[in-house]
């Protein structure tokens, strides 16, 4: 349980006592209800992240789109609803190269658009997957009632497999970028979890195993 949860949930079991002290304990209901939700947006369960030439997913929630980018990239869009773990995870180990915020507008996060217009956070990573040199650049969204996105790491930081790199607060959504390299396995639809998921794996053909065959 993160510590946030434990702060607002605090704050509404304070609020439902004064109440339930003057008027009742059926007035207080909806405070006791805000703070058992808040127990559970802010859950942060222990994962066992897949070992291998894989990319694993950054964030509970639902696959909404995969497009290519003009890069030669493709694009994994994925929409946490409240009810989503908020925790957010890097998809491959390796070296924090650039952390970026960008202000913007508070869209619907399951829109296209809100990939670009939305306030965000942008994290690059590089790393050696599978003997093959990769970067993969994510960015946590803010959505329409998401107001709030928190970073844990800066540039130089060296993330372990699926290590938490922050949240983001109350309905979002995380854009993933993979290069040419990767082989996206998932498809719109599908429901992912953060550091558990494997959403991509390093293409076949890029394998040093397999160049040293040909």
């Known amino acids: ?17 004064i109440v339930t002290y003057l008027l ?27 070992s291998g030439p894989v990319a694993v997913s950054p964030a509970d929630g639902k ?31 390796g070296k924090v190269t650039c ?5 913007g ?12 217009a939305n306030e965000q956070s942008i994290l690059t990573v590089e790393g050696v ?17 998401a107001r709030r996105i928190i970073c844990y790491k800066k540039p130089g930081d060296i993330l372990d497999p699926g290590e938490r790199i922050g949240l983001i607060k109350f309905g979002s959504r995380v854009d993933v970028f993979l290069g040419p390299e990767w082989e996206v396995l998932v498809k719109p639809g599908d429901r992912v979890t ?12 890029r394998l040093p195993e397999s160049k040293e065959g040909v």
Not at 1 to 17: F, H, K, Q
Not at 27 to 50: G, H, K, S, V, W
Not at 69 to 80: K, T, W
Request: positive net charge; aromatic residues 14%.
């Open 63 to 93: 696959v909404v789109a995969i497009r290519p980018v003009p890069s030669g990239a493709s694009r994994i869009s994925i929409f946490l609803n409240v009810f989503d773990v908020h925790v957010n995870r890097t998809p491959i180990p």
């Open 129 to 145: 997957i599978g003997g093959v040199h990769t970067t993969v650049m994510f960015k946590q969204i803010a959505g329409l009632i």
């Open 24 to 50: 009742g304990w059926p007035y207080a209901l909806p405070f006791y209800i805000l703070a058992a939700f808040c127990l559970n947006f802010f859950r942060d369960p222990e994962r066992q992240t897949p």
């Open 105 to 116: 507008q508070f869209l619907a996060a399951n829109k296209s658009e809100a990939s670009e």
């Open 99 to 103: 952390v970026t915020y960008k202000k």
């Open 1 to 17: 349980m993160l510590s946030y949860g434990y702060y607002y949930a605090g704050g509404l079991l304070a609020g439902a006592a």
């Open 194 to 205: 953060a550091g558990l998921s494997i959403i991509a794996r390093i293409r076949e053909s």
